[in-house]
């Protein structure tokens, strides 16, 4: 995978990859701070400065941020994980100098207005209640909490009503300050501009940022103990979840537990669980296996949605169908089959230029280098029916899961 890379003397590092058959440039500030990374009484702290960079900065009030970019056509936008923050642009080519000066000062210069403050406040904790109102959604959430209990990596990213409501600008320039690391941000482009455009415009306010190292790290998450509980909530369906830590990051088996994960219950309707449940039984409208990789574990969850009275049938099904790929080693066929298929959806994402663009930061944060897909390509390409047979029991194992249902009342 060819692209451009730069650091410089303050260790923000600009990446970039240019892109010739399109109009559009996309860039962003990709940043290794998170929701794990606050403190019990700082939760949803990461996420509320997620929203409050669009509130005013030293030379801009709210409204001149919102209609720089959208009123020549682009985008502005933010997200927050429980590792990430950022923030990120997609504009047309001629107009990158204004995305990236903008990008540059609400990242660095917000001053998080009390007025702004105040409203943003009603605004988060609106989304809150929005997402308790969903038992999709907050399913996950409970579930996250009882895997990874007593972690910060448990917590909701969007904090707890008590703690919003407790938020000054005072918390969030301390916030700031003492996560902020410039050797741990990297500004991404990707898209119709060459290098040595981006480098004329951005060099000058990124060189501007004074270094700065930040001294706190991460709590690692090593008491894992599997759990089951039964929560019933005013509902129609029978809600489950299921799964436990699995590898991290910087684990080589990483992309064959993509790989298999992909086969159980990935985003394809001919994946198992798919199949299984819905085409075969019509017991559910949607079931889904997940697999997300973090800097020291990462989570594999199963979540889907059933009648009251085809519950067990349903969950009867889905430890069958774990079962054979721990027992049942995969075809030549379908095992040739189900690395093609991966294969085409890691290079058809490659096509989502933006998608891309956080990609390159996310991967230079966590590895220091990019992964090359040809490389990715290879591992699964080169994975065995005996290796996946060897992770299945690994990660399927039942007496290792966590299990939460949400029953109606």
Known sequence: MQYNLKELPNGIRIVHQEITHTRLVHSGFIMNIGSRDESKEEEGLAHFWEHMVFKGTKKRKSFHILNRLESLGGELNAYTTKEKICFYASVLGVHFDKAAELLCDITFNSTFPQKQLEKERQVILEEMSMYSDSPEDSIQDDFDAMVFEGHALGRNILGREETVKNFEQAHLFDFVSSRLDTHKIVFSVVGNISFKKVLQQVEGYLSAIPEKRSLYVRNGFTTYQPKSKVIEKEISQALFAMGKPTFSLYDPRRFKLFLLNNILGGPSMNSRLNLALREKHGYVYSVESTYSAYSDTGFFGIFYGT????????????????????????????????????????????????????????????????????????????????ELLEISNEVFAQDELSFLTYLPK
């Open 307 to 386: 009648e009251e009275n085809t519950s067990k049938k349903a969950l009867k099904i889905v430890l069958n169908e774990m079962h054979k790929l721990r027992t049942q080693k995969l075809g030549i066929m379908q095992l040739h089959m189900a690395k093609e298929q991966v294969i085409g959806q890691m290079a058809m994402a490659e096509e989502n230029y933006a998608s891309l663009m956080l990609i390159f930061g996310k991967n230079l944060i966590d590895k220091g280098y990019i992964d090359a897909l040809d490389i990715i390509f290879g591992i699964i390409r080169n994975t065995t029916a005996e």
